[in-house]
């Protein structure tokens, strides 16, 4: 668990912010989030005390998929603004000192896409190959037994030329063929495009996907799978996703990214720890700088089961590699719907504490919890297509509460998706006046983080702790930190490892340290060098 230096890359002591465009801040009353309102409210960021934004794509798009089905690569959604709103707002976030990472949605494009369009026309366009099309299987099915991540056959049938196209997400999204040569030409344009505008990186969607096996081999059925259990999970998907030769894709990407400076790739990976840490690829030949990390995600939180995965994760990371944490997302569950509002604490200082660069997601910081988004709201494909199976991603992409104003400040329209239920008072302008808030704790943290290296670079040691308190001590540079988090209810007592100086952040009230650890409760605390 070694120790960064200060030399390091900005996203190694950075922290960054994803922003869900159509649930940030609505500018012109169509219920609907766009860059203008991001621009409005980039104080709030700068405030929070992040250091970089990630925004989920702000492209043209069709919205099945609410933006990941993007119909042109290089310009800007009209609903979201245009690209001179976007040169606005990139300019506007420069200025507070922030970075902007976009999303690079590199494994389908929309149907809609002109690409696609040309490509279906017929079986001798020259952009046929730019999708995966196959002929059908004997019996006129399928030409494979792939299951659509969202459910359902991965593939759709083009009855005008008589063959079908993969489309790993809904049939809105099909699959480019990156093995096409002109296909990764393009591509790397669309990045140079945006990094040329300006822009500090991306975060790369769903990348373990972009390369299929040769020759498209059934995937093996999943000997676990069980009724109730989502479709995709019907198969391993094996052939589908991580294969070897995406490694040089991703490689391609980084040169490309280095060229450009300090600039990041982040990449959405879903596997195995062994598996994922291939992302990184080698010193002389890296991959992405952050294969995100869903572990705090996925697994149950209790103290025995977060201490072994982060000692487990931190060990398992290349020698160039650096670590990184994600808590929330557009995807994943609300995390204080998910461990309850005292715990939702301790999580963001658990997130903000830990070795690795921390991504936290919009309206954590409020601690938006449990949103029941009655049917007749409901939005989100996935929910729509395998309903009352609990997957349904609206809850997490309800919109940002500002003040008490109507619709919470977010717009002077009903918006998209309904807000939390007890935003008129969880929202910015109320927690900003608490400071015992969810977002004092937030700026407390960050604060903290920015004043003390050792929180983003120092190394990291995990200590043995009664109960359900888990603990660490952070090192840089002459500066030792404890971390002390509980993740039960009940009180503990605590020895540090040396002897404890000020309190520099508590979940809760706490000033000085005396021994104990409260219930839900967490503290960072100088130690003596
Ligand atoms: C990623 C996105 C998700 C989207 C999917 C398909 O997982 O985060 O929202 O549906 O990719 O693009
Ligand atoms: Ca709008």
Redesign the pocket.
């Known amino acids: 668990m070694s120790e960064g230096s200060l030399a390091a890359p900005w996203w190694q002591r950075g922290v960054i912010y994803q922003i869900y465009p159509r649930s940030f801040a609505d500018s012109n009353g169509d219920g609907i989030g766009d860059l203008a309102g991001i621009e409005a409210h980039l104080d709030h960021v700068a405030n929070l005390g992040v250091d970089a934004i990630w925004l ?1 794509p702000i492209f043209p798009s069709p919205m099945a ?2 933006g ?2 993007v119909a042109d690569y290089t310009g800007v959604e009209a609903m979201f603004g245009d690209l001179a709103a976007f040169d606005r707002l990139l300019a506007a976030v420069h200025v507070r000192g922030l970075r902007l990472l976009l999303d690079f ?1 590199p ?2 494009s929309s149907t809609q896409h002109p690409w696609f369009v040309e490509s279906r026309s017929s079986r001798d366009s020259p952009k046929r190959d730019w999708y995966i099309w196959r002929d059908p299987a004997p019996d006129g099915g399928p030409p494979n037994n792939w299951i659509s ?2 459910g359902g056959p991965a593939w759709e049938l083009d009855p005008a030329t008589g063959q079908y196209y993969l489309h ?2 809904l049939k809105e ?1 099909a699959d480019l063929n990156w093995r096409n040569p002109d296909v990764a030409q393009a591509m790397t344009d669309v990045m140079r495009f945006w990094l040329d505008r300006g822009v500090d990186g991306f975060r790369i ?2 990348l373990w996907h972009i390369v299929k096996a040769q020759g498209l081999p059934d995937n093996p059925a999943n000997p676990d799978w069980r009724e109730g259990m989502a479709e995709k999970l019907r198969v391993l998907q094996h052939h589908s996703t991580d294969q070897p030769e995406a490694h040089a894709f991703t490689r391609g990407m980084r040169q490309l990214a280095d060229s450009y400076g300090e600039t990041l790739l982040v990449g ?1 990976i879903f596997l195995p720890r062994d598996r994922l840490m291939r992302w990184y690829g080698s010193e002389a030949e890296p991959g992405v700088h952050l294969p995100f990390n869903f572990e705090l995600i996925e697994n149950s939180w209790n103290r025995d089961t977060l201490a072994r995965l982060i000692a487990d994760y931190d060990a398992a990371i290349p020698d160039h590699g650096w670590p990184n944490w994600v808590i929330g ?3 994943a569950p609300r995390i204080a719907a998910r461990v309850g509002e005292a715990q939702a604490r301790v999580a963001a200082m658990l997130l903000l504490t830990l070795r690795g660069t921390p991504t936290l997601y919009q309206g954590d910081e409020l601690g938006i919890g449990t949103v029941d988004i009655p049917p007749d709201r409901i939005r989100d494909p ?1 929910d729509l297509r395998q309903p009352g199976m609990g997957l349904g ?1 609206d809850r997490s992409r309800t919109p940002m509460a500002w003040d008490a104003s109507p619709n919470a400040g977010f717009s002077t329209a009903v918006p998209w998706l309904p807000l939390h239920p007890d935003w008129p008072m969880r929202n910015v302008a109320v927690q900003e006046q608490d400071p015992h808030s969810m977002l004092a704790l937030y700026r407390r943290l960050l604060a903290a983080r920015r004043a003390h290296p050792a929180l983003s670079l120092g190394r990291m040691t995990l200590h043995d702790t009664p109960g359900d308190v888990l603990a660490y001590e952070r090192v840089h540079a002459g500066q030792r930190l404890f971390v002390a988090l509980n993740f039960g209810p009940d009180a503990q007592d605590i020895t540090p490892p040396a002897r404890p100086g000020r309190i520099i952040a508590a979940t809760g009230t706490r000033t000085a340290f005396d021994g104990r650890i409260d219930g839900d409760e967490g503290f960072i605390v100088e130690l003596e060098p």
Do not use: K, L, P
Request: aromatic share 14%; proline share 0%.
């Open positions: 989920s998929d609410f990941y089905d949605v494994n389908h991540d969202m790993t997400f999204q969607d769903v959405e997302s557009h995807d996935q991603r």
